[in-house]
């Protein structure tokens, strides 16, 4: 299956980090959020993307255009302008990238990936969430139901701790930042057939998450996976700050490869 990522968003709630590049070049570690996903999905041998740009998305294609010369060893003849690539740690992905207009919503971005995917099945998560999410069961879970779509689910951390307060407003107990608070959400990582395409639209207006995805559930033809581990979107600059600590202290839960 090919996987396509959604990496077009202006990410202004992250405007610190956006206003120079796009969202999914957001560093973690040293390596772009985008990387990242792209791992996660490569641990389970998927390694064919479309990457689905708009704001500023000559940056991902000018790292991924240089990214097999900088993740490789080379000898370079200055006199003759020879290059010998020596040897190379580069992944086996074969990308995409696929201008989808810089003021396109999540609808009309995916429908203009139609011509790439004909007709099979596909992956497509959104470029700025990482989770140790299980793909070979996720894929297992959709094929079992044979409906148009699987939509990954998860309960996020509650960004507050949580207070059970007695009569007297007495603290009975205390949890910081408990899972689930908010029910279950939106988690990307879907799983869909070609089917998915007819709910869709060009119109640059159309947002996948309202009318398709509500008129999917309406047919029946949307189910959920339900992840019970770790996920988090990086919508913020603390979301960003929260996973790079996680990365330096060796505490990252995505990092499944």
Excluded at 68 to 82: A, C, P, V, Y
Excluded at 197 to 217: K, R, S
Aim: glycine share 8%; net charge negative.
């Amino acid at each position: 299956m090919k996987v396509l990522i959604l990496a077009g968003g202006l990410g202004t709630r992250l405007s610190e980090e956006t206003e120079l590049r796009p969202k999914p070049m957001v560093e973690i570690g040293g390596k772009p959020i985008i990387w990242h996903i792209m791992k996660i999905y490569s641990k389970y041998n998927f390694n064919e993307f479309v990457i689905l740009l708009g704001y500023k998305g000559y940056y991902i294609k000018e790292y991924f255009m240089n990214y097999f010369l900088h993740q490789s060893n080379i000898t370079l003849d200055i006199q003759t302008g020879k290059m010998e690539i020596l040897d190379s740690s580069s992944e086996p992905w074969k990308i995409t990238l696929l201008d989808t207009g810089i003021n396109t919503m999540t609808g009309a971005r995916i429908k203009k990936a139609e011509k790439f995917i004909g007709n099979e099945s596909f992956m497509l998560t959104y470029g700025d969430g990482v989770g140790d999410i299980n793909i070979e069961e996720l894929v297992k879970f959709h094929k079992s139901h044979a409906k148009t779509i699987t939509m990954t689910s998860a309960q996020p951390e509650s960004r507050f701790g949580a207070l059970n307060i007695g009569k007297e407003n007495n603290v009975t107990s205390f949890q910081e930042k408990p899972r689930g608070e908010g029910g279950w959400v939106n988690a990307g990582f879907f799983v869909c057939e070609p089917k998915i395409f007819n709910y869709l639209t060009e119109d640059d207006n159309l947002i996948f998450e309202q009318e398709p995805l509500q008129d999917l559930a309406k047919d029946g033809e949307l189910f959920t996976y339900k992840h019970h581990g770790f996920w988090k979107p990086m919508d913020t600059l603390r979301d960003k700050h929260s996973l790079q600590n996680m990365w330096e202290q060796n505490n990252a839960p995505w990092k499944v490869w």
